[in-house]
Structure formats: C-alpha cells, structure tokens
Nanobody, 115 residues
Framework: QVQLVESGGGEVQPGGSLRLSCQAS????????WGWYRQAPGKQRELVAR????????YEDSVKGRFTISKDSAEKTTVYLEMKSLKPEETADYYC????????WGQGTQVTVSS
C-alpha cells in the first residue's frame, strides 16, 4: 500500500509563508497528476492545487497567485506546495493525493495561520 507523508506545516502569522512537501513511498502513475487538498475544522476537504503529468498547474480561485504546486520530476515521488500571503481562514490540515480520485489519505500536515 502506498504511503503518503506530508510535512512542512506549522504556525505562521497572517501574510506568512510555508512550503509543504509530500513524499510517496513509491512512484504512482496517475492519469490526473498530483494535488494538494486541505480540510479546515468543520469543513469538507477541498482540492486547492493540482499539477498534471505534463506539468500544467491549476488552482482554486482563492489561492491563485499565492500558492505554487510543483513536483520533483527526477524522483517522481515528491510534490511541493509553496504558500505565500497566508490568511487565517487557510488554517487547515493539508494533504497530498491524486486529484478527483484520491488514494487512502496520509496523516496530513497542520497549518495554522494566526496572529
């Protein structure tokens, strides 16, 4: 069973930045590429960024221009999410997974945006 391990979360002030990493235990062949999801307290998990196999990126409207998803093309097992200008409402657990048809979930990494 593939293991997904997210890291890089933490507590930052509003306007701060974080870089999240996701390491898969093995190369995963996905028709839809890779994505980052988040789940805020009391809310449903949502897909906020994804990157296709060809490298095209797509973002949820609220994070456009502030979040950047990327992948390690050499290793093919690592995906990143650079987050800038973070807002308090983006406090959530962040997860990586396949877009639209996720595998089992990892533990996620917690992001807290608070002054």
């Amino acid at each position: 069973q593939v293991q997904l391990v997210e890291s890089g979360g933490g507590e930052v002030q509003p306007g701060g930045s974080l870089r999240l990493s996701c390491q898969a235990s093995e190369i995963i062949t996905s028709r839809t590429g890779w994505g980052w999801y988040r789940q805020a307290p009391g809310k449903q998990r949502e897909l906020v960024a994804r990157i296709t196999n060809s490298g095209s990126t797509h973002y949820e409207d609220s994070v456009k221009g502030r979040f950047t998803i990327s992948k390690d093309s050499a290793e093919k097992t690592t995906v990143y999410l650079e987050m800038k200008s973070l807002k308090p409402e983006e406090t959530a657990d962040y997860y990586c997974n396949i877009p639209f048809s996720p595998l089992h979930w990892g533990q996620g990494t917690q992001v807290t945006v608070s002054s």
